[in-house]
């Protein structure tokens, strides 16, 4: 079983990366932005691939997650949020995200019957599932602390700023563009304070409500519980890497 | 690639293979990096190995006897899942504490205390 959890953290990581590539270009898209040798179409057709590429990792990301024995994590706690034993708000997040990257990929696919405002109403969504996906990764993600996944988590929110920041210009009213501007910054800097506060820290595993049985069953095979290194023992078997 | 000419049916084609050539090349890169990044994973990265050292006994921890890495389960319950080598003499051996040179106490200059 230890190949499902490998799996479940790499496809965790690049279903991240991927689904930062996708709002990176549908902003890039929404803005109008293309060159004769990258015409529009094709930044069109590549946003439709990630995000179906998205839901392929995510799928294999979470049934990964839940055949592996270790944590206790069950389909239903995948798709219904703050529903699972393990981690509840942060495996929780993950489900949100879950949750809002389907609800987006069954309203693109009826979107000849749904009408275009309905559709474009809720694929606003994405926009929300992407800080979530990755507070997901952050709390409950075994490598959070490691320097090569913060870089990555440092990249995703600067490509998303900067498609942010393309799609921005487009508003028309001023005083709506400096409010979307200062809610992303808000929404950056609570991200950086609570990877300072939280997953950064020494005793993350306890704290972000990991049963007691795997902690303690953690514990007594290496470090105390409570020292500097407990943080990454049930970190590993949660079964939700990021 | 160089672009075509106005022929619309030309550009059309172009354009669809450039598009599956960039699908095409975005699925391969997310599985090789699934992959990559698993592997990776199972093989440990840097901060894992490093912290795993800190906290066990180094000559034990290196090769997972009977010391649990600090990064969980899988690790505990599958300590031999990597870095089998066997066991091969020093390349030097220890250094043998001198006998012949006898050791002299340490001279004293102010007569004691």
Redo the contacts between chains.
């Keep these: 079983m230890t190949a499902l959890w490998y799996t479940a953290r790499g496809t965790g990581v690049v279903a991240l990366l991927l689904l930062t590539s996708t709002v990176a270009l549908g902003a890039v898209g929404t803005a109008r932005a293309e060159t004769s040798r990258w015409p529009r179409v094709v930044t069109a057709q590549l946003h439709r691939h990630l995000s179906l590429l998205v839901v392929a990792f995510v799928a294999v990301h979470v049934a990964s997650t839940v055949l592996d024995p270790f944590a206790p994590v069950g389909w239903t706690a995948a798709v219904i949020p703050f529903s699972s034993a393990y981690r509840p708000v942060w495996l929780g997040l993950g489900a949100v995200a879950l949750d809002l990257l389907l609800a987006v990929l069954v309203t693109s696919l009826l979107r000849a019957r749904l009408g275009y405002r309905t559709w474009r109403a809720v694929h606003w969504l994405a926009y929300a599932s992407w800080p979530v996906a990755l507070w997901h990764g952050l709390g409950t993600g075994t490598d959070s602390r490691l320097t090569p996944m913060l870089g990555l988590d440092v990249v995703c929110v600067a490509v998303v700023a900067c498609g942010l920041w393309l799609r921005l210009r487009l508003l028309p009213s001023v005083g709506r563009r400096i409010a979307v501007g200062v809610a992303a910054a808000a929404v950056a800097l609570a991200t950086a304070v609570f990877a300072a506060a939280g997953p950064l820290q020494p005793g993350w595993a306890r704290r972000a409500g990991t049963p007691q049985r795997l902690l303690s069953g953690a514990a007594s095979t290496a470090t105390p519980p409570g020292s500097a290194q407990d943080h990454r023992q049930p970190a590993v078997i949660a079964g939700a890497g990021s | 690639v160089p ?1 075509p000419a106005n022929d619309i049916t030309d550009y059309r084609d172009w ?1 669809l293979a ?2 599956q050539r ?2 095409r090349g ?2 391969v890169s ?1 599985v090789v ?10 093989h440990e ?4 190995a490093a ?1 795993q050292k ?3 006994i180094p000559s034990r921890a290196d090769h997972g006897v009977g010391a ?11 300590p031999h ?1 990597h870095h089998h080598r066997p066991l091969q003499a020093p390349a030097q051996p220890p250094a043998q504490p001198a006998t012949t040179a006898p050791v002299s106490p340490p001279p004293v200059t102010s007569g004691g205390s």
């Design positions: 672009l354009l450039r598009t960039a699908q975005v699925t997310a990096a699934a992959i990559g990044l698993s592997a990776a994973f199972a990265l840097p901060g894992h912290a800190a906290a066990t649990a890495s600090p990064t969980g389960k899988h690790k505990a319950a599958h899942h």
